[in-house]
């Protein structure tokens, strides 16, 4: 079966990101609903893989514009 979420720790990994950061930004596209899809499992943060690939691959729009 495909993965159809990452976890923080795999977009951690991913990308060579702080935990600090990766939070931010997760809590930010949780926050504003922006960015990409990112659900609350419990306490866990779960990043919908399609949304967050697109974001990323179209230059991580939106994030560093504050």
């Known amino acids: 079966m495909e993965q159809r979420v990452y ?5 951690m ?6 935990r600090t950061y990766t939070y931010e930004l997760l809590s930010r596209a949780a ?9 609350s499992i419990g ?3 779960r990043v919908r ?3 967050f690939d697109a ?6 729009k939106g994030f560093f514009e504050k």
């Open 49 to 51: 893989k399609d949304s």
């Open 55 to 60: 974001w990323f691959n179209d230059g991580c």
């Open 7 to 11: 976890t923080a720790k795999e977009v």
């Open 31 to 39: 926050e504003t609903g922006e960015l990409f899809v990112v659900m």
């Open 43 to 45: 306490k866990s943060l």
């Open 13 to 18: 990994d991913m990308h060579k990101l702080g």
